[in-house]
């Protein structure tokens, strides 16, 4: 439950880790401050979401999100507090194989968490058009000196120390060269 009165549709390209991180950043910011398990725990759990997202979470901080959402939910003054937790507790109830996939494989299985993604130009579906550089923010993408097999033109590859992950070159290249991992 997250109020009342709404409804919001997700699929597989939503990420539950980042969906109850978004949703506590919320209640973390209304958070009035009167009670101490509101506006600290609140914050702390963000933070453990916050690894888990970035690729630095463990399999004991899912244990330990878990306990610190019940102490929350229990021990908080209002609604605010007694229902911030229900996001994390829901997903983690439900989802809780994205949860480990975050922290065991360090993977975001709905490609949602740039910390945990990379993009790769696959060289054999490449036709050397150049789109996707030009598109890229980062200069991230250049020509190699690799020529595909059976294509006149060179193929292109991706930096990933330079890349900063925004998509740009995926939304651009009509022959779907490009993957994001
Ligand atoms: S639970 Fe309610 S009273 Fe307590 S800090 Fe949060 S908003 Fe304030
Ligand atoms: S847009 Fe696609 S086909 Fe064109 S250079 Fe980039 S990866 Fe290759
Ligand atoms: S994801 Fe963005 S920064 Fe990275 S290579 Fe593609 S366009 Fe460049």
Redesign the pocket.
């Known amino acids: 439950m997250m109020g009342s009165g709404g409804l919001i549709v997700m699929d597989e390209d939503n990420c539950m880790v980042d969906i109850a991180k978004f949703f506590l950043e919320f209640t973390v910011d209304e958070s009035c401050g009167k009670c101490t398990p509101c506006r600290i725990g609140t914050k702390r759990m963000w933070e453990i979401l916050d690894r888990i997202t970035k690729g630095k979470g463990t399999v004991e901080d899912l244990d330990k999100l878990e306990e610190l959402a019940y102490h929350v939910k229990g021990n908080s003054l209002c609604g605010l507090g007694q229902t911030a937790p229900n996001p994390v507790l829901s997903t983690l109830r439900c989802f809780r194989d994205e949860y480990l996939a975050h922290v065991v494989d360090k993977k975001c299985p709905a490609g949602v968490c740039k910390d945990l993604l990379s993009f790769e130009?696959e060289k054999d579906k490449?036709?050397?058009?150049?789109?996707?550089?030009k598109q890229c923010p980062a200069e991230a993408i250049t020509v190699t000196d690799y020529t595909a097999p059976g294509k006149k033109k060179p193929a292109?590859s991706i930096d990933k120390n330079k890349c900063v992950k925004c998509g740009a070159?995926i939304a651009?290249?009509k022959?779907k060269?490009?993957i994001k991992k």
């Open positions: 130009i490449c036709f050397g058009c150049g789109m996707c550089a292109y070159c651009t290249c022959f060269a490009i």
